[in-house]
């Protein structure tokens, strides 16, 4: 059982490879932008406040987002592995993933840190955009106003984790493929998932 933290800014290829992830070692994957997406498209009782918060591109406040991410963990069976995938998104969450975890006999094992140079991001983003039609990609104001959350808010986590000896960096400009092998090297490290 590993408990994985797949980190990186918006762009970077986190959900690339983290399908990857739960495809070749079955995580249950934890994607917050995926589960906040859903409550709007499901009509969740969060829905305006969420999406009022996501079409100015900043983060949902910690209280709706840490409610979802606890029924995705209680919900899985000690022995599940779990990719956290762009979650912890600050500082207050992680600390609160890690006082909530040892509750279910589980812990933040690494955290794989894809680092991508902002250029590269803004150039996929517009793809993405272009691609996936995603609403949040589509402004480059958007675009800079999350660009500046994450500088903001999300970059701290590394140092919390970097203190914690648990941070993994890899150069997320590297072809998917590339970025995958060095994944599971890093996976390799801390034995079966």
Same mark, same amino acid.
């Given at each position: 059982?590993? =408990?994985?933290?797949?980190?990186?800014?918006? $762009?970077?290829?986190?959900?690339?490879?983290?399908?990857?992830?739960?495809?070749? =070692? =079955?995580? @249950?994957?934890?994607? @917050? $932008?995926?589960?906040?997406?859903?409550?709007? !498209? #499901?009509?969740?009782?969060?829905?305006?406040?969420?999406?009022?918060?996501?079409? =100015?591109?900043?983060?949902?406040?910690?209280?709706?987002?840490?409610?979802?991410?606890?029924?995705?963990?209680?919900?899985?069976? @000690?022995?599940?592995?779990?990719?956290?995938? $762009?979650?912890? +998104?600050?500082?207050?969450?992680?600390?609160?993933?890690?006082?909530?975890?040892?509750?279910?006999?589980?812990?933040?094992?690494?955290?794989?840190?894809?680092?991508?140079? #902002?250029?590269?991001?803004?150039?996929?983003?517009?793809?993405? !955009?272009?691609? #996936? $039609?995603?609403?949040?990609?589509?402004?480059?104001?958007?675009? +800079?106003?999350?660009?500046?959350?994450?500088?903001?808010?999300?970059?701290?986590?590394?140092? &919390? &984790?970097?203190?914690?000896?648990?941070?993994?960096?890899?150069?997320?400009?590297?072809?998917?493929?590339?970025?995958?092998?060095?994944? #599971?090297?890093?996976?390799?490290? &801390?034995?079966?998932?």
């Amino acid at each position: 059982m590993l =408990h994985i933290v797949l980190f990186g800014p918006p $762009g970077s290829g986190k959900g690339t490879q983290a399908e990857r992830l739960v495809r070749t =070692h =079955h995580f @249950v994957s934890l994607s @917050v $932008g995926l589960l906040l997406r859903q409550q709007v !498209a #499901e009509n969740g009782p969060d829905k305006a406040l969420i999406e009022q918060y996501m079409h =100015h591109g900043r983060l949902v406040p910690d209280a709706i987002s840490l409610k979802l991410v606890l029924q995705v963990i209680q919900a899985q069976p @000690v022995a599940q592995s779990i990719l956290y995938d $762009g979650f912890p +998104r600050n500082v207050n969450q992680a600390t609160y993933l890690d006082a909530v975890l040892p509750t279910y006999h589980k812990k933040i094992d690494a955290v794989i840190f894809l680092d991508v140079p #902002e250029a590269l991001l803004l150039e996929r983003l517009r793809n993405r !955009a272009i691609i #996936e $039609g995603r609403i949040d990609d589509q402004d480059d104001t958007k675009i +800079r106003t999350r660009m500046d959350t994450y500088a903001r808010e999300t970059l701290p986590v590394i140092n &919390y &984790y970097q203190s914690q000896h648990k941070l993994h960096k890899v150069d997320g400009s590297q072809q998917p493929d590339q970025i995958a092998q060095i994944i #599971e090297a890093i996976l390799a490290s &801390y034995g079966n998932t």
